[in-house]
């Protein structure tokens, strides 16, 4: 809408037709709500997830959200697919159990022992295996949090295997 002054103005607007004795409609009755700040709010906030959408999909980190409930596979960005030699399709709604990428299961234990106790990792260095069933090592960094009402574990892995052959 417009305001008086010609300021736009986006408003929420509920208008129904009165009817008078003749049953015909006299006038109208108009509820109106001023939304603009709800509107600037929305396109900030997908503004926002856009951003965080690219950056999420262009990282060279590899990046997973699994749920901490039963461990399945929400998210997995790009570089994460590269590091697994998964397609997505392979991955979401699966364990890293099922797809059998933990090369030690020790190391699985003590991962889930400190995130159960600390609720965020840093630097974990961890043996994995990819599908083609290369062993390598990651380094993993990842925090619980909550998403639309579900713990959920957010995962940073950083291929080092290179880096760790170069140091023996």
């Not at 409930?69 to 997505?88: C, P, Q, T, V």
């Not at 030690?104 to 400190?114: D, G, S, T, Y």
């Given at each position: ?106 190391q699985r234990m003590e991962l889930v022992q ?52 170069a140091d023996k």
């Amino acid at each position: 809408n417009r305001k008086k002054n010609g300021e736009l103005f986006w408003e929420f607007a509920a208008i129904s037709g009165v009817t008078g004795e003749n049953g015909e409609i006299a006038h109208y009755i108009a509820v109106k709500e001023d939304i603009t700040e709800r509107k600037r709010t929305e396109g900030a906030l997908k503004e926002s997830e856009s951003r965080l959408s690219a950056v999420y999909n262009a990282s060279p980190i590899g990046i997973t959200v699994s749920s901490v409930a039963d461990g399945k596979m929400r998210e997995i960005n790009d570089a994460a697919l590269r590091l697994y030699g998964y397609a997505r399709d392979e991955v979401i709604g699966r364990t890293a159990a099922e797809l059998g990428t933990y090369a030690n299961p020790a190391q699985r234990m003590e991962l889930v022992q400190r995130l159960r106790e600390h609720g965020s990792i840093e630097h974990f260095p961890l043996d994995f295996r990819s599908k083609n069933g290369e062993v390598g090592v990651m380094e993993l960094s990842g925090r619980v949090i909550e998403l639309q009402g579900e713990q959920c574990l957010v995962a940073m892995m950083l291929d080092v295997t290179e880096r760790m052959r170069a140091d023996k």
